[in-house]
């Protein structure tokens, strides 16, 4: 028998609503996952990037990684100057 479509996550909500820190949650969730998709990125010859604030995940060629990289950093950096400008 075939798994939902929606298997993987509703798997993940569970095990994420069982964790009661944010260190548990890392642990038993963020970083298994993290590495599984790092295992099988770098099987496939692709560079995965993950970035900050909300969710940023960028999955690509050696070749356009830093590009990419460079334009999420860019982006990031413009919000946290256009935040500094609305505080003061």
């Known amino acids: 028998m075939a798994k939902r479509p929606d298997a993987l996550h509703r798997d993940l909500l569970a095990r994420m609503e ?12 963020i970083i298994p996952f993290v590495a599984a998709l790092e295992k099988v990125c770098a099987a496939r010859g692709y560079v995965l990037n993950i970035f900050g604030e909300s969710a940023n995940l960028a999955v690509s060629d050696d070749e356009a990684a830093p590009v990419i990289y460079d334009l999420i950093d860019e982006y990031l950096d413009s919000r946290a100057a256009d935040d500094q400008d609305d505080e003061g």
């Open 18 to 29: 069982q964790c009661q820190t944010a260190e548990s949650l890392n642990d038993e969730v």
